[in-house]
Nanobody
Framework: QVQLVESGGGVVQAGGSLRLSCAAS????????MGWFRQAPGKERDFVTA???????YYTDSVKGRFTISRDNAKNMVYLQMNTLKPEDTAVYFC????????????????WGQGTQVTVSS
């Protein structure tokens, strides 16, 4: 089993930045595909971004150019740098992982963190 713990959420003004971190347990992090999802109150959990084992990245259209996913396999960490934040980015952000390429469906990811709240004020 893989355990994921997110951190770095908080409250920021529109236009500001936050950096989320996700720490993975174990020594097999480099074999995992990693992703970030977000869920606003009363909404479904939506794909934000993902990164492959080798570092290829994928983004939903609404965050392209503003968010950057990265990973540090030596530290068993994945990051989400969020710039130019907008109120519509407000959500609980979840780190997720899978042993094979899971694509964009939340149901395809086997491992999940507990979530961290990101609130962007106007």
């Amino acid at each position: 089993q893989v355990q994921l713990v997110e951190s770095g959420g908080g409250v920021v003004q529109a236009g500001g930045s936050l950096r989320l971190s996700c720490a993975a347990s174990g020594r097999t992090f480099s074999t995992l595909f990693m992703g970030w999802f977000r869920q606003a109150p009363g909404k479904e959990r939506d794909f934000v971004t993902a990164i492959s084992r080798s570092g290829d990245t994928y983004y939903t259209d609404s965050v392209k150019g503003r968010f950057t996913i990265s990973r540090d396999n030596a530290k068993n960490m994945v990051y989400l740098q969020m710039n130019t934040l907008k109120p519509e980015d407000t959500a609980v952000y979840f780190c997720a992982a899978d042993k094979s390429w899971p694509g964009y469906r939340s149901e395809s990811y086997d491992y999940w963190g507990q979530g961290t709240q990101v609130t962007v004020s106007s």
